[in-house]
């Protein structure tokens, strides 16, 4: 894990996400949503949510869903 999270940016946990009734997965970076997950994917995603034990880790799966946020080209506003 040390070598995916050099900078320590998912200590900060600026991921979260939520549940739709319809089990819609909304994925969030620092408060604004960044993707949707339905069907399959949603599925898939919060299987692995429920099987990590780790806030770190739960960080790492929703950074690898949502896309890029691996260089740093994340906004700060």
Same mark, same amino acid.
């Given at each position: 894990?040390? &070598? #995916?999270?050099?900078? %320590? $940016?998912? !200590?900060? #946990?600026?991921?979260? =996400? $939520?549940? &739709?009734?319809?089990?819609?997965?909304?994925?969030? =970076? @620092?408060?604004?949503?960044?993707?949707?997950?339905? !069907?399959?994917?949603?599925?898939?995603?919060?299987? *692995?949510?429920?099987?990590? $034990?780790? @806030?770190? %880790?739960?960080?790492? #799966?929703?950074?690898?869903?949502?896309? %890029?946020?691996? $260089? @740093?080209?994340? *906004?700060? %506003?």
């Amino acid at each position: 894990m040390s &070598n #995916i999270d050099k900078r %320590n $940016r998912l !200590g900060e #946990i600026p991921f979260h =996400y $939520r549940v &739709n009734k319809d089990l819609s997965v909304f994925i969030g =970076y @620092e408060g604004k949503q960044v993707k949707i997950l339905k !069907g399959k994917d949603a599925e898939k995603f919060l299987k *692995r949510i429920q099987d990590s $034990r780790y @806030e770190k %880790n739960k960080q790492l #799966i929703m950074a690898k869903v949502t896309g %890029n946020f691996k $260089r @740093e080209n994340e *906004r700060k %506003n």
